[in-house]
């Protein structure tokens, strides 16, 4: 590491637990929020909080007090809330992003020129390599249910996916027609179904349509979350969250300038309103 380091490291300690704070609290009321009572409960309140105190980006004054916020209908209250609850969340990521690279130049720098490693973040191997048994298997049954995210992905953009995954999902689609197939003869003889079922689990033949792709992923992802839910909690993706943010600490800590530029590229690479280090956990896991 270079000057500055030590002068600026809390602050940047700082920024990255907060960035690793709102992501968590984004992530886990964006998917829990609408059918958990108690996370609905805290988006609410952190909603309107900020409606009441903080000013909404480019306003100099807050746009409600309790009495104008209170006064409104449920239906529109409920509205500024959730509105607030988003101004909230990009503010304070903004303000962790910004607060971390004003030093984060004097860390990353040498010579005056950019540090060729800053665009080396760090890998799934490292990340889990800095986590204990417990955490990291949880991150390792994570892999698949990400993988699959990464794979619908590249469906969606009509872009070429792996060949294992192309046959895992012609495998599953096939079993789903010959299924599909076998319950539909339900009148005739056994035979003649177990026929049918076999020939209709042929159908998709080399390639399976976009739609038969995203079909079929879509079930794996279901059935993926259905496990890591039994085995985690529901709240599974949230812990996630915390051991990448832990574990990227330890190694913001390590004293290896090698590690500590990685972790600190990840917070370097934030993108404003999504995910620690700008990074997507399904590419964390799967592209690396």
């Given at each position: 590491m270079t000057n500055g380091t030590e002068d600026h490291r809390e602050e940047v300690y700082d920024a990255l637990d907060k960035v690793h704070y709102g992501v968590v609290i984004a992530q886990a009321l964006e998917s829990h929020g609408e059918t958990n009572v108690g996370a609905q409960a805290a988006r609410d309140e952190i909603g309107r909080k900020y409606l009441t105190t903080e000013p909404l980006p480019g306003q100099t004054q807050p746009r409600f007090t309790e009495e104008t916020l209170n006064a409104l209908p449920e239906e529109a209250q409920q509205q500024e809330i959730n509105r607030g609850f988003e101004a909230w969340r990009g503010t304070r990521m903004h303000n962790a992003i910004t607060t971390s690279q004003k030093h984060l130049d004097d860390i990353l720098k040498k010579d005056?020129?950019?540090?060729?490693?800053?665009?080396?973040?760090?890998?799934?191997?490292?990340?889990?390599?800095?986590?204990?048994?417990?955490?990291?298997?949880?991150?390792?049954?994570?892999?698949?249910?990400?993988?699959?995210?990464?794979?619908?992905?590249?469906?969606?953009?009509?872009?070429?996916?792996?060949?294992?995954?192309?046959?895992?999902?012609?495998?599953?689609?096939?079993?789903?027609?010959?299924?599909?197939?076998?319950?539909?003869?339900?009148?005739?003889?056994?035979?003649?179904?177990?026929?049918?079922?076999?020939?209709?689990?042929?159908?998709?033949?080399?390639?399976?349509?976009?739609?038969?792709?995203?079909?079929?992923?879509?079930?794996?992802?279901?059935?993926?979350?259905?496990?890591?839910?039994?085995?985690?909690?529901?709240?599974?993706?949230?812990?996630?969250?915390?051991?990448?943010?832990?574990?990227?600490?330890?190694?913001?800590?390590?004293?290896n300038p090698e590690k500590e530029r990685k972790a600190i590229s990840m917070l370097y690479a934030v993108k404003q309103g999504y995910g620690l280090g700008g990074q997507d956990f399904s590419e964390v896991f799967s592209n690396h």
């Open positions: 005056n020129n950019y540090d060729p490693s800053l665009g080396k973040i760090a890998s799934e191997d490292e990340i889990v390599s800095s986590t204990g048994d417990e955490e990291r298997n949880l991150l390792s049954d994570y892999r698949q249910i990400s993988t699959y995210s990464a794979l619908e992905d590249l469906i969606k953009k009509d872009k070429p996916i792996p060949a294992e995954a192309k046959d895992q999902l012609r495998k599953i689609y096939s079993a789903a027609a010959s299924r599909k197939q076998y319950e539909a003869l339900k009148d005739a003889p056994e035979d003649l179904r177990e026929l049918f079922a076999e020939i209709a689990a042929l159908a998709p033949g080399e390639e399976l349509s976009k739609e038969d792709q995203l079909r079929g992923i879509t079930d794996l992802k279901r059935k993926e979350d259905e496990r890591m839910k039994k085995k985690y909690g529901d709240n599974y993706e949230q812990k996630v969250y915390g051991v990448v943010a832990q574990s990227l600490k330890k190694m913001f800590k390590s004293g």
